[in-house]
Each structure stands twice: as C-alpha cells, then as structure tokens.
C-alpha cells in the first residue's frame, strides 16, 4: 500500500506524502489487528478461532484507502490484536481485558503481572493514543474553518451475543446495517451527525443511532480534544461477510466499500 508514513508493531498510519494536499480529517481502526506478539502467547489459549471470534475482520478492507488518501483523509489502523491489549478501553484495564470472548469462552489462561503489564501498556497501547493525538491536534490547527472530523470504524455481529446481552438485555435482535453512534449527543454537531446519518441513508442503508452502540473509549478520548466532530461506526458484518466461516462476501464488501468511501468524502468535505 503507498502513502504509509509511519509503521509499527502496532499501527499503521497512512497519509498522502503530497504537502499540498489538504488533510480533511480522519479515519482510525483499532479493533480489526490480527497480530499476536510472542509475549502474549503464554497467557492466552491457543484456540485461534475463540482468539479471533470478535476481531473486526477487515474493517480496513471497506474503505478505498487510496481515493480517501488522494482526498486528503489520514487514516490510522491498528495492527495488535484485540485480545492483547484492547485500545477501545481505558489504559488500566486494556492489556488482555478479554478474558472471554463474546459467546463465552475462555481466551486467557493466566494473569498478567504488574510488572509485565506496564510494559506492554509501554509498547503497545501509549504509542497508539499517543500518535492519534498527535495527529488530531496537528491538522485540527491547520483545519480552522470547522471542527476536524473523525470516525472511529468498527464491525459488530449482525445479533446480539450472550455478552451483548448481558450489558443490555433490551436491545433488538435484529440489528441495523450501520451503528452511528456520538455518546447521545456528546462528540459532535448535530448538522455532522444528521449528515452521516443521511448519506448512509441515501445508499440504502438502514443506519440506527446510539443503539445498540453509544461510542467506545477512543470517542470518549477524542472528545475531551479541543474542536472535534468525532463519531463511532459499527458495520454490521453480515453485510460484507460470512460470520460463521469468516470469510469476505466479495460482492457485498464492494457495496460497503463505495458507500463508507463516498460517506467519509461528503462528510469530510469543506468545499
């Protein structure tokens, strides 16, 4: 892939190398890594396929990396595994927070010492917040007309799990194609959240809001960041793939790519 800028054991971070392009504003993906290092493997069962039940399984496969990148949107994808350290939590409960996956079973086989853990945090999880508020708070300057808009993209299982349930036993089961979700009002204008609301709308999507997701720990992050139009979605994934073999539905995966890749387009636009 061109454009990478910086790359890492735990992200990559892609950015037009043209200065005179206009940076517009920015996508991450932090919940769709796949990678184990060898440090985490003592602790976890080797059951890859428990490991891997609640990876969003190539989020960053849905967008047109290089039409958004030539539109001057950064985009910043996390390449550590969610089981290892979950970047959508709070930095005290991150490293292997999963101790279960959703349907219930065992990812962990030991605890973490202190000592241990405070590296990992060290390696990777500080360098993640670390380079995403660093570029927020870099191009948000440059970005003086508006707030700098950010969507923080994630894949969710087309029904509610066992873990779904538990934390909020009332919700449908029968879930929509996108989540767009602002913490019930909290992270953004109303005007951004109706427009991306609408342009899913307008490709044929039934978007729902703030339900069943009302934004993770990186829109909460990004929010106490000054001048930020910053939401959450969650794809629903049997929209682009076949949940239970994990496998890419070709023809689908296409649809959603043109509908996030022109969504993020007019939404990021300022002409």
Known sequence: MKHIVESNEVFDLYQKSDSQTKVRGLISIPHAGMVIPDEFKE?????LVDINEDVDFKVYDLIDKDRLLDFGVVILVAKIHRVCVD???????????WKQN?????????EVPKDIEEDLLKR????????????LLFHSERLKDRPFPVIDLHSMPSRPT??????????????PDFC?????????????KNKAMHLLQRHGHSPSLNDPYKGGFITKYINTLPRMNNIQI???????????????IHNLAAQVRTTLTEMAMDLFSVD
């Open 124 to 135: 990777y999880y500080r360098p993640y917040y670390n380079k995403l508020k660093e570029t």
């Open 87 to 97: 970047l959508n939590r709070a930095e005290n409960i991150a490293v292997l927070n």
């Open 102 to 110: 959703t349907f219930g079973n065992n990812l962990t086989v030991k």
């Open 162 to 175: 066992a873990y779904h349930l538990k934390n909020n036993p009332l919700q449908s089961m029968v879930r």
């Open 43 to 47: 602790f976890l069962t080797k059951s």
């Open 180 to 192: 767009v979700s602002d913490l019930e009002g909290k992270t953004c204008s109303e005007d951004f």
């Open 234 to 248: 969650e794809i629903n994934r049997a929209c682009y793939m076949d949940e239970q073999n994990k496998a890419i």
